[in-house]
Antibody, heavy 116, light 110 residues
Framework: QVQLVQSGAEVKKPGSSVKVSCKAS????????ISWVRQAPGQGLEWMGR????????NYAQKFQGRVTITADKSTSTAYMELSSLRSEDTAVYYC?????????WGQGTLVTVSS | QSALTQPASVSGSPGQSITISCTGT?????????VSWYQQHPGKAPKLMIY???NRPSGVSNRFSGSKSGNTASLTISGLQAEDEADYYC??????????FGTGTKVTVL
C-alpha cells in the first residue's frame, strides 16, 4: 500500500522560492508517476506537473512552465516540487499524488503561505 | 488548458439520487476514457471515487457510479447520505499529455 508523506508548512516572502518534499513508502517508487496539485484557499484543484522517477522525466502545466521544477530522488523514494518567484497568489495547499491517469493516493498536503 | 465545467452546487435529500456533470472538449473528456472523480471534505485531501470513467476503487461504495457521453462525464450518487456532503471534482487526461480538473461542485444534503 503506497503512502505519501509531505514536508511541513512553509511561510515565504514574495520573490523567494519554496521546495516541498513528498516521501513515498510501500510499492516501488521508481515504477510510478508522481504529480503535484495545488489548491488555493477556497478554490479548486489545479494540476501543476509530474515526474516519472524511473525515467527522470518531468513535464509541467503550461501555466507553471519556467517557474516550477519537479525532481525525484530514487535513493530516498522522495519527490520534490520547487516553485520560484513566489507571489501572494501562490498561497495554497500543495499536494503530491501518485498518478495513473487518476490520482491515488494523495499526500496530506503542505500549506505554503506567501506573505511579506 | 481550461478547467472542465461543473455546476457550482447540487443538493438532494437523504435517499435521493443526484448527478454531477463535467463538461470538457474532444481534446480531453471526449477524447479519452480517462475521467476520474474525487471527493473532498473540508480540510482533507481529495479521495479517488471513480477512475477510467466508471470504475470504482476498492472500498468505495457502490452508491457512486460514473459514465460519459461525448464531451460530458457524469458522477451519480444514489441513496444520498449525510456523509456524502462534500466537494466533488472531475479530472481528465488531455491531448497535451497533461491532466485537467473540473471547477468543482459542492454537494449539499438537505
Amino acid at each position: 500500500q503506497v503512502q505519501l508523506v509531505q514536508s511541513g508548512a512553509e511561510v515565504k516572502k514574495p520573490g523567494s522560492s519554496v521546495k516541498v518534499s513528498c516521501k513515498a513508502s510501500g510499492g516501488t517508487f521508481s515504477s510510478y508517476t508522481i504529480s503535484w496539485v495545488r489548491q488555493a484557499p477556497g478554490q479548486g484543484l489545479e494540476w501543476m506537473g509530474r515526474i516519472i522517477p524511473i525515467l527522470g522525466i518531468a513535464n509541467y502545466a503550461q501555466k507553471f512552465q519556467g517557474r516550477v521544477t519537479i525532481t525525484a530522488d530514487k535513493s530516498t523514494s522522495t519527490a520534490y516540487m520547487e516553485l520560484s518567484s513566489l507571489r501572494s497568489e501562490d498561497t495554497a495547499v500543495y499536494y503530491c499524488a501518485r498518478e495513473g491517469y487518476w490520482f491515488d493516493p494523495w499526500g496530506q498536503g503542505t500549506l505554503v503561505t506567501v506573505s511579506s | 488548458q481550461s478547467a472542465l465545467t461543473q455546476p457550482a452546487s447540487v443538493s438532494g435529500s437523504p435517499g435521493q439520487s443526484i448527478t454531477i456533470s463535467c463538461t470538457g472538449t474532444s481534446s480531453d473528456v471526449g477524447g479519452y476514457n480517462y475521467v476520474s472523480w474525487y471527493q473532498q471534505h473540508p480540510g482533507k485531501a481529495p479521495k479517488l471515487m471513480i477512475y477510467d470513467v466508471s470504475n470504482r476503487p476498492s472500498g468505495v461504495s457502490n452508491r457512486f457510479s460514473g459514465s460519459k457521453s461525448g464531451n460530458t462525464a457524469s458522477l451519480t450518487i444514489s441513496g444520498l447520505q449525510a456523509e456524502d456532503e462534500a466537494d466533488y471534482y472531475c479530472s481528465s487526461y488531455t491531448s497535451s499529455s497533461t491532466l485537467v480538473f473540473g471547477t468543482g461542485t459542492k454537494v449539499t444534503v438537505l
